[in-house]
C-alpha cells in the first residue's frame, strides 16, 4: 500500500520514497501508462521468485528437520532473495531499457525530436534543478523527467550535456536555482495529524551559445517533450524568424492590449504580434500574417476585407476566431444580440454554425462574487460560466478544462465539396442546456431555475477545423475566455489560448510532438448488457476461471486417487484370495 500517495503522503518524503520503491503499484504504473521497463519486469521477477521460495521453505520445513543443512540453505536462499528483491527496488534505477509501447509514442524520443537536436552546432546545456528526496506527489514525475532527459542527452552524439543540481543540498545549487527563474513548489503533506509543507525543486534551464530558456516546474510528463524540443528549436531560430500574429482591429474587437493583456503578455514570448488595421478603402495586410486573430468584433466587416479573410485561408492560412452572436450588459447582466458578431461567415466558409444563445449547465461552473445591494458581496453558482472539458486532447494539450464565460453553442453542418475537416475542441458536461432569450443573465434568473426544463445535453463550444492544403483554423463561440477576467483567474484559460496559437503556428518539425499527449480512450458497448458482461466478467471473471481451474484439477486428482485406491485394494484382495486357495488346495474365482 505504499504506492498510494494517500499513504506516502503520511510519512517523511525520504522514509516515503524508498518505501514506495518496494511496492508493486509503483512498480505497475508503468505497465498500466504502456510502457515495459526491463527495471520493473527484474523488480517482479525478484519478488515473484522470493515469495515462490518462501512458500517452498514453508512447504518443506514441515518435513525436514530444521536442524539440517537443507533447511538451513533454504533459509539462506529466502533471506537472499528478499535482501536482493529490496536491493532492486530501491537501486532498479540504474537498470536501462524499456519498449514504449503507448500508440503516440508518448514516453520514447520522437524523430522531431532528433531532428532538431541534429541542427545542434555548439553544446547545449540542460540544467535540472530537482529534489534528491522529492515530495510524494512529484516522486513519479521526477524519475520520469531524469529518464527522458537521459534519452535526450544519448540521442544527441555528445552535443547535450545534462548537469543535476539539488539545491536544498547545497546553498550555490539553491542560489543558482534561484537566478536561473526556478522556485521551489510547495506542497502538503499530512504527518501525525499535522498538515505540512514541503517544497520541491523540479525544474529545467536550457542554454545554447547565449540563450536561455526556463521551465519553472514540470507538473507532468505528459506534453514535457514539446516543450523541450519546441524551447531548442526557438534557440536554434533567430529572433527574426518568430512567428507573426496579426489581430484585426477597426470593427470594435476585444482589444489585445486593454481586454487580453495577460494572454497578450505571455504569447508575446514566442510570437511576433502586429495589428491588422482595417481601413476603408485599404486592403488588408496579411502578407506576413502566420495566424490571423479575430476577437469578437462588434461593427461589420465590408465585403472586399471578407474577400481577402477569404483569399487568405485559401492560401493555407491559419485564424483564429473568437466570435459572440451574443454580448452581455455587465451593468444589467443581460445579453444583446450582435448583428456583426461574423458568425456568419464561419457558417458559410466552414459550415460551423455559431447559435445565438448562452449555454449554462447546471453541474460544471464556477462561483462568481455578486453584490447583494449592501456593502458584502456573496459567492454565489454561477452556471452561466460553464467549466467545459478538453475534447481533443492533441491541440488541446494537458489541458484538462477550461472556464468558458458566457459562451455559445456551435453547431456542425455539412457543406458540398468542403475541404476542411471540422473536430470538437472544447464541449459542455451533458448536464448542460441552452438560454436562447439571455436576457436576464442574473444567478436567480428563473431560466436557470425552471423545474420543468429537462432537455439537458452536451454543446460543443469550440472546433477545430483543418484542411490537406495546409490551412487550420480554431473556431469558438465566445472571446470572454480569454480577457483578462478570466486568464488572471484560471490559469487553464492561458494554458489553453497558448497551446491553441501554437497549433496553429507550428512548424511541420514539430507536428509529431505536438500531437503527443495521453489521450483518454473510451470503451464504446453496443448496450447496457454488453457494458455488464464485460465488467463483471473482468470482476469476477478471472478470479472464477482459476478457481474452475483448481476445482477441475481436484477432481481429476481425486479421481485418480479413488482408481489409484481402488486398483490397490483390488489387488490385495486378488492376492489375500489366491493366497488362500493355494494354501487350502481349493479352487475358487
Known amino acids: 500500500i505504499m504506492g498510494l500517495e494517500i499513504v506516502a503522503i503520511t510519512l517523511p518524503s525520504n522514509v516515503a520514497n524508498l518505501l514506495q520503491l518496494l511496492s508493486p503499484i509503483t512498480h505497475f504504473e508503468n505497465v498500466g501508462r504502456g510502457i515495459i521497463d526491463l527495471r520493473d519486469i527484474v523488480y517482479f521477477l525478484a519478488l515473484i521468485s522470493t515469495f515462490l521460495s518462501a512458500t517452498f521453505l514453508i512447504i518443506r520445513s514441515r518435513t525436514l528437520s530444521h536442524e539440517t543443512p537443507q533447511y538451513r540453505n533454504l533459509q539462506l536462499g529466502v533471506a537472499g532473495l528478499i535482501i536482493l528483491s529490496i536491493l532492486i527496488g530501491w537501486f532498479g534505477t540504474s537498470i536501462k531499457g524499456r519498449i514504449d509501447l503507448t500508440e503516440d509514442k508518448i514516453f520514447s524520443l520522437s524523430p522531431a525530436t532528433v531532428e532538431v537536436l541534429g541542427e545542434l552546432e555548439d553544446l547545449l546545456t540542460v540544467d535540472i534543478y530537482m529534489s534528491k528526496d522529492p515530495p510524494v506527489q512529484?516522486?513519479?514525475?521526477?524519475?520520469?523527467?531524469n529518464d527522458f532527459l537521459e534519452d535526450f542527452e544519448a540521442v544527441s552524439d555528445g552535443l547535450v550535456k545534462l548537469v543535476r543540481h539539488f539545491p536544498e543540498d547545497h546553498e550555490r545549487s539553491e542560489r543558482m536555482a534561484s537566478t536561473a527563474g526556478v522556485p521551489p513548489v510547495q506542497f502538503n503533506l499530512h504527518s501525525q495529524g499535522e498538515l505540512q509543507i514541503k517544497t520541491g525543486y523540479l525544474g529545467v534551464v536550457l542554454t545554447y551559445l547565449d540563450k536561455r530558456e526556463v521551465i519553472p516546474f514540470v507538473h507532468s510528463v505528459d506534453g514535457f517533450e514539446y516543450r523541450?524540443?519546441?524551447?531548442?528549436n526557438k534557440m536554434l531560430s533567430d529572433k527574426s524568424e518568430k512567428k507573426v500574429l496579426g489581430f484585426?482591429?477597426?470593427?470594435?474587437?476585444?482589444?489585445?492590449?486593454?481586454?487580453?493583456g495577460s494572454f497578450v503578455a505571455s504569447v508575446n514570448q514566442q510570437y511576433q504580434l502586429i495589428p491588422v488595421s482595417a481601413e476603408e478603402d485599404s486592403p488588408l495586410n496579411l502578407e506576413d500574417v502566420d495566424v490571423l486573430v479575430i476577437a469578437s468584433p462588434k461593427q461589420k466587416i465590408s465585403p472586399d476585407h471578407r474577400d481577402q479573410?477569404?483569399?487568405y485561408l485559401d492560401a493555407g492560412g491559419k485564424a483564429f476566431f473568437n466570435l459572440e452572436p451574443v454580448l452581455v450588459d455587465m451593468q444589467q447582466l443581460a445579453g444583446l444580440s450582435n448583428r456583426h458578431s461574423f458568425a456568419d461567415f464561419v457558417e458559410y466558409y466552414f459550415g460551423v454554425i455559431i447559435d445565438e444563445n448562452m449555454v449554462y449547465d447546471r453541474r460544471s461552473h464556477e462561483n462568481l462574487s455578486f453584490s447583494t445591494g449592501s456593502t458584502a458581496n456573496v459567492l454565489l453558482p454561477y452556471p452561466y460560466w460553464v467549466r467545459a472539458k478538453i475534447v481533443d486532447k492533441k491541440v488541446g494539450g494537458n489541458v484538462n478544462t477550461v472556464v468558458m464565460p458566457w459562451s455559445s453553442s456551435l453547431g456542425i453542418m455539412t457543406l458540398?465539396?468542403?475541404?476542411?475537416?471540422?473536430?470538437?475542441l472544447i464541449a459542455s458536461t451533458e448536464f448542460a442546456a441552452v438560454d436562447d432569450s439571455y436576457r436576464n443573465l442574473r444567478p436567480d434568473s428563473p431560466v436557470l431555475?425552471?423545474?420543468?426544463?429537462?432537455?439537458?445535453?452536451?454543446?460543443?463550444?469550440?472546433v477545430t477545423a483543418e484542411s490537406d492544403d495546409g490551412s487550420r483554423v480554431v473556431i469558438i463561440g465566445d472571446a470572454d475566455w480569454l480577457a483578462d477576467t478570466a486568464t488572471q483567474r484560471f490559469g487553464t484559460n492561458k494554458a489553453l489560448g497558448l497551446n491553441l496559437i501554437d497549433w496553429l503556428a507550428q512548424e511541420d518539425s514539430l507536428a509529431s510532438v505536438r500531437s503527443k499527449v495521453v489521450s483518454e480512450r473510451k470503451l464504446v458497448f453496443s448496450s447496457n448488457v454488453h457494458r455488464d458482461v464485460v465488467q463483471y466478467s473482468n470482476i469476477g471473471g478471472v478470479p472464477l476461471a482459476f478457481i474452475l481451474l483448481g476445482f477441475i484439477r481436484y477432481l481429476t486428482r481425486r479421481s485418480k486417487g479413488f482408481k489409484n485406491n481402488w486398483r490397490h485394494r483390488v489387488g490385495r484382495l486378488i492376492g489375500k484370495s489366491s493366497g488362500s486357495t493355494n494354501g487350502s488346495g481349493e479352487d475358487s474365482e
Open 416 to 424: 458540398p465539396n468542403n475541404r476542411y475537416k471540422i473536430q470538437p
Open 138 to 145: 512529484v516522486s513519479p514525475v521526477s524519475r520520469d523527467v
Open 248 to 260: 484585426l482591429t477597426g470593427h470594435d474587437e476585444l482589444s489585445p492590449v486593454e481586454g487580453m
Open 449 to 462: 431555475n425552471d423545474p420543468l426544463q429537462t432537455n439537458f445535453f452536451s454543446s460543443d463550444l469550440g
Open 309 to 311: 479573410i477569404k483569399s
Open 228 to 232: 523541450l524540443t519546441s524551447l531548442t
